[in-house]
């Protein structure tokens, strides 16, 4: 089979997971943000709400602060602080931002393993 096979089975097992845990209406920009959190997170560098208003490339501010209540709301991110600096709020995957990133983790070898 070739690659473009198994990362097509890779989207439509994705678009699966995707209905199971994350909330009906999360749009791509959500979506992207939330990516963007989580990967900050695993790297031991956490996006402090400031740092995630700059990602232009993601959307303009206003849209940013917006998609940030509704992974909240969601469940999907926190913010904590760090330290003693109580003025910086940073943000944080949850359990259930964590969960399905675990199992979209797992339908990696699922893609390239089926025929």
Do not use: W
């Not at 602060?65 to 913010?79: E, M, N, Q």
């Not at 949850?94 to 983790?105: C, E, I, P, S, W």
């Amino acid at each position: 089979m070739s690659n473009t096979n198994a990362y097509l089975r890779f989207l439509n097992l994705l678009r699966a997971v995707e209905v199971s845990f994350l909330p009906p209406g999360l749009d791509p920009t959500a979506k992207c943000l939330l990516e963007r959190i989580a990967c900050q997170h695993d790297q031991g560098q956490p996006l402090t709400i400031t740092e995630a208003m700059a990602l232009h490339e993601v959307a303009s501010p206003a849209t940013i602060h917006r998609k940030i209540d509704d992974l909240r709301t969601a469940g999907l991110v926190d913010t904590e602080f760090q330290g003693d600096n109580r003025r910086t709020k940073y943000l944080i995957p949850t359990h259930k931002a964590r969960k399905y990133f675990d199992k979209v983790n797992a339908l990696l070898p699922n893609a390239l393993s089926a025929r």
